[in-house]
């Protein structure tokens, strides 16, 4: 195996590397502070790899460009930040019925509108997850440093690869933006996940047709077969149906095929929640505060935990509800005024306080108001 | 090497962020150090008080910004109203005397001020524009976080081809000024 690469790099300049390195071959966007050094480098690197970078004229066109993409056998990606993900709405929704593995980055800044462009946020749990309409499934991840961030775009990739499912990589400013040190993966090391093909005979093949896992194999357009996709409720033909039970068959799949996969994506970090009589629960950016502030706790011989998912949907509510059980309360900071809290006390059953902490000023927390929280709810 | 906070402040165009890039590479990649690099976005980091923020440890860097420094370059007076608070007793304050005037008396009790003319030095080698990296030795010799040695790497693997020799002598510079204020003082 050869040496690891040591750099310091931007959480984008990470997302945009670990993509490649997935094997990304195609990327479409419009360009928006602070995701812009994602479809900068995309447009500099994908030509080198043999990929193919366009510019769209909008959002809407970026989201409709790389289902296209994927639906040929590209790996896609697009990136963009709050407007923008608004305007990706209705064709990530078009990318949840459809079952095309896509990844779409969003760089949270400050909303809604135009907001603050080049402040970071949270204000888009809740969008990733109910953005598009209609009841479907979705997968959310959220990094909280450069090295994280390289490996969970990697993830997602390999994630929306294997579920042919839509997956959204929620970063925010500070992590998009900071340079850190990172150690590169040996390429020959990495799992990379690509989606099932089909092997049947083309005059054989039924596109919506799911293993048992739930997922159809795929076949790329342009190879043969006759794939047939639309937004309207469909049967394993890929042809429009209105038979209430294949309209039924079909969205319970979407869901199931994600439950079975569920302990698999659902990626949590623990930290000493053990023996916590405080548990924080924190996600993207606002972990690297709560982490120092449990530190410190610690030393001051507070007994604190954190929770620390990176998967945020599905929402990772057995570890929450276990750690209810022992903790007396759980503080969650959010740089919203309280979105994933919700979920945190749906889970925790009423076993512990929920606690939020809140800031919607544009600024990360500093360690210090989160220990101040911490003494204050001791 | 304990979590050590260095935040460079002046105006957008004086390099503070490629001097933070250039820091946090030495640390991180020639030092073997952990390091996170920060800086101000949106109009003020082209014109206006700006700062690129860096933090050094041997160990994991949980909270990736500065919080009270441990280091303060200041080389703009705006920069000085913006960014001179937040300052602790023990932080080192390097200012660019060309450019700012700040008495002892106007620093807190405990901080030490350092002051060197560090853009009248960089014109002296023949172009303002390595003022920064001019900065960048005088940090590294103050500060002891990361040896001359890494910085020097760090600085000639960043700077554009042909200028090696221009940034070597900043850097040279700003390290032996910088080198004499800490001698004095000892």
Known sequence: MKEPVVKLMQGNEACTEAALAAGCSFYAGYPITPSTEIAELMAERLPIYGGRFIQMEDEIASMAAVIGASLTGAKSLTATSGPGFSLKQENIGYASLTEVPVVVVNVQRVGPSTGMATSPAQGDVMQARWGTHGDHPIVVLAPSSVQETYEITIEAFNIAEELRVPVILLLDEVIGHMREKIVIPDKDSLKITNRKKTDARPEDFLPYKADEDGVPPMADFGTGYRTHVTGLFHDETGFPTGDPKKADALLRRLHEKLDKAKDRITLVEEIETEDADIVLFAYGSSARPALSALRQARELGIKVGLIKPITIWPFPEEVVDRVAKKAKTIIVPEMNLGQLIREVERASRGQADVIGLNRVDGELFKPEEILEKIKEVR | ?186
């Open chain 2, 1 to 186: 090497m304990q979590r050590y906070e260095i935040r460079l402040a002046g105006t957008g165009g004086q390099g503070q962020i490629l001097a933070g890039i250039i820091l946090a590479e030495a640390a991180a990649i020639y030092e073997g150090l952990n390091a996170v690099q920060s800086q101000s976005y949106g109009p003020e980091s082209r014109g206006g008080a700006s700062k690129a923020e860096v933090v050094i440890s041997d160990g994991e860097i949980d909270y990736p910004k500065v919080t009270v420094p441990d280091f303060l370059l200041v080389m703009s007076k705006d920069a000085w109203g913006k960014y001179g608070q937040g300052i602790g007793s023990k932080t080192k304050i390097l200012i660019d005397s060309t450019l700012v005037s700040i008495e002892q008396d106007s620093v807190p009790e405990g901080t030490r001020l350092y002051k060197l003319p560090i853009t009248g030095m960089a014109k002296d080698l023949g172009k303002e524009i390595v003022a920064n990296i001019v900065a960048l030795g005088a940090i590294t010799a103050i500060s002891g976080v990361v040896s001359r040695d890494a910085v020097e790497k760090a600085v000639l693997s960043r700077v554009p081809k042909g200028t090696e020799e221009l940034n070597k002598k900043a850097l040279s510079a700003g390290y032996d000024a910088a080198m004499s204020l800490v001698a004095v003082e000892e």
